[in-house]
């Protein structure tokens, strides 16, 4: 059965230094998959390049059979692909419903209000707060939720867990296998290793804009030599 997410011979450029050659993933429906490196090997690249932020690219990618290379920014959420940035990107002078309510629903099976904030009990509690009095934590629940509104099917994560509390970071652990279990297909970018490491079904592993190997979660006891030498963990 083809995967959900294929992705073949993708290189990418900025301007002209090129910063992926030929990066190939799979993702299947309801998978979790994190893609794992140090910083500046092309982990959030090959996010922003999949999604389509990057145009100057090459190669193939594929959304339930459907070729997205040639499709617009503007009209890949409608194919059921959706990216939470790490900068989060939420809209500051708004209120967290103001904020909830302002994407387009692209496909069916989009989450309510109701659902959100069973979700995210933090933004029931400030969904009157703007973006501006909302910590970190909260911030990066909004951009997820806001998201999920929209009804995608694949989302794209870079960085969640990024300088938040370890509090914070195993409630967004537990959102993800909640989403999961309602048969989410997750990309996840993750400096975290045991964060990771606990949501992950498979792992990818990334180095000099190409992924060098990819391995399920049982293996990575098997790994620990391959992810020292690659990640110094």
Same mark, same amino acid.
């Given at each position: 059965?083809?995967? &959900?997410? @294929?992705?073949?011979? /993708?290189?990418?450029?900025?301007? #002209?230094?090129?910063?992926?050659? !030929?990066?190939? =993933?799979?993702?299947?429906?309801?998978?979790?998959?994190?893609?794992?490196?140090?910083?500046?090997?092309?982990?959030?690249?090959?996010?922003?390049?999949?999604?389509?932020?990057?145009?100057?690219?090459?190669?193939?990618?594929?959304?339930?059979?459907?070729?997205?290379?040639?499709?617009?920014?503007?009209?890949?959420?409608?194919?059921?692909?959706?990216?939470?940035?790490?900068?989060?990107?939420?809209?500051?002078?708004?209120?967290?419903?103001?904020?909830?309510?302002?994407?387009?629903?692209?496909?069916?099976?989009?989450?309510? &209000?109701? @659902?959100?904030?069973? /979700?995210?009990?933090?933004?029931? #509690?400030?969904?009157?707060?703007? !973006?501006?009095? =909302?910590?970190?934590?909260?911030?990066?629940?909004?951009?997820?939720?806001?998201?999920?509104?929209?009804?995608?099917?694949?989302?794209?994560?870079?960085?969640?867990?990024?300088?938040?509390?370890?509090?914070?970071?195993?409630?967004?652990?537990?959102?993800?296998?909640?989403?999961?279990?309602?048969?989410?297909?997750?990309?996840?970018?993750?400096?975290?290793?045991?964060?990771?490491?606990?949501?992950?079904?498979?792992?990818?592993?990334?180095?000099?804009?190409?992924?060098?190997?990819?391995?399920?979660?049982?293996?990575?006891?098997?790994?620990?030599?391959?992810?020292?030498?690659?990640?110094?963990?």
């Amino acid at each position: 059965m083809a995967a &959900l997410l @294929e992705v073949s011979g /993708l290189e990418a450029w900025y301007g #002209e230094s090129q910063a992926l050659y !030929g990066v190939d =993933l799979h993702v299947n429906e309801g998978e979790m998959i994190t893609i794992l490196g140090r910083n500046g090997v092309g982990k959030t690249t090959t996010l922003r390049t999949i999604m389509g932020i990057i145009r100057k690219r090459k190669g193939t990618i594929k959304l339930g059979g459907k070729d997205l290379m040639s499709v617009p920014l503007h009209r890949t959420a409608r194919y059921g692909m959706g990216f939470v940035p790490e900068e989060r990107g939420i809209f500051a002078t708004l209120t967290v419903e103001e904020n909830l309510k302002l994407p387009p629903v692209v496909a069916s099976g989009g989450m309510s &209000l109701d @659902e959100i904030y069973e /979700l995210f009990p933090n933004l029931l #509690e400030r969904r009157n707060s703007p !973006g501006t009095k =909302l910590s970190g934590g909260e911030q990066q629940m909004l951009a997820m939720a806001r998201i999920l509104r929209t009804g995608v099917k694949v989302l794209l994560l870079d960085e969640p867990t990024e300088g938040l509390a370890p509090v914070i970071v195993q409630r967004i652990g537990e959102v993800l296998l909640k989403l999961k279990e309602r048969g989410m297909t997750v990309v996840l970018v993750e400096q975290n290793f045991r964060f990771a490491r606990k949501i992950a079904d498979r792992f990818y592993l990334m180095d000099h804009g190409q992924m060098v190997s990819d391995f399920p979660v049982h293996e990575l006891s098997d790994r620990m030599d391959e992810l020292n030498k690659v990640l110094g963990v």
